[in-house]
């Protein structure tokens, strides 16, 4: 969760509106210059470490992410995947290593920067403004999205185009239905679908979700996994998802990466994780 507790969008508003605020607030979504050509991994992380005290929580991680992959960041309770998560987004800063995106070293820029060029998130607690409608809260991160947060209660209204691009976006999430509704009426699926659905305003290249289907049935889970794939896909979006239900991981990823003890266990598609000794031992159990 960001330090305001507030969603990460509304978070990157308030560094926007800041004092301090840098010269990248005037730039589009996806600034970052492209290097190396067309072959060039979306991203790459090279020995990223992170302890606390003695615990090492992500330790000499190296991994490469293509564009367009879903892929599933699976491992037991304390596994390190939050903390992973948290250094990708710029919500924690590593103690060595490089993240590379789009081939720019962005191992030092601060979260909100790392919005703005492309890397946006979701929660495992929703992070919504329950009071307002859930088209509000996808308008309000368009307008965050294209800096126009000094002026967005003025334009709020008069700004037909956002609006529709905002009702656009729930249709794809299957949330027009409940457009006008606050998002603290809503079902803890849709919720789910909403706090998706404000990250992918955002207009990432990259989007991680943190347990996406937590907390819903069954049913709803399948229904969450096959609007959120089918959404980065048609997008041509690159998804990290950190998810606990292996039925889930082993349906709708394209690769799954396994932690365990903050180091990448296992790496591959998901019959080959299905077939790894060491991950049945390690996650699922058994040998």
């Not at 289907?213 to 069954?218: E, I, L, N």
């Not at 996994?225 to 082993?250: K, N, P």
């Amino acid at each position: 969760m960001p330090p305001t507790g507030r969603p990460c969008w509304a978070w990157c508003w308030s560094c926007w509106c800041c004092s301090c605020r840098p010269d990248w607030s005037v730039r589009a979504p996806g600034w970052l210059p492209a290097c190396g050509g067309a072959d060039v991994a979306l991203l790459v992380t090279e020995r990223l470490r992170k302890y606390f005290g003695e615990t090492r929580a992500v330790d000499d991680v190296s991994l490469t992410i293509q564009p367009r992959e879903l892929v599933s960041l699976v491992g037991a309770n304390g596994a390190g995947k939050t903390t992973l998560v948290n250094l990708i987004t710029g919500l924690l800063t590593p103690d060595r290593g490089r993240i590379l995106f789009q081939g720019v070293d962005v191992t030092h820029l601060p979260a909100p920067q790392r919005i703005r060029a492309g890397i946006a998130r979701s929660f495992q607690l929703v992070n919504l403004f329950d009071q307002l409608t859930a088209l509000d809260n996808v308008r309000l991160a368009l307008f965050a999205r294209d800096g126009k947060i000094r002026t967005a209660v003025a334009l709020a209204e008069r700004d037909t185009a956002v609006r529709d691009e905002a009702m656009a976006i729930l249709e794809q999430f299957g949330l027009v239905p409940k457009w006008d509704l606050p998002a603290a009426s809503l079902a803890q699926g849709e919720r789910k679908l909403l706090d998706v659905a404000v990250a992918y305003a955002l207009r990432p290249q990259l989007v991680l979700l943190d347990e996406p289907t937590s907390g819903v049935g069954t049913r709803e889970k399948g229904r969450i996994m096959d609007t959120v794939a089918s959404v980065c896909r048609d997008g041509g979006l690159t998804a990290i998802v950190v998810e606990h239900d292996m039925d889930i991981v082993f349906t709708y990823s394209d690769r799954i990466l396994v932690m365990h003890q903050g180091q990448i266990l296992a790496d591959g598609p998901p019959e080959q994780i299905r077939a790894d000794e060491r991950v049945a031992t390690t996650l699922l159990g058994h040998a």
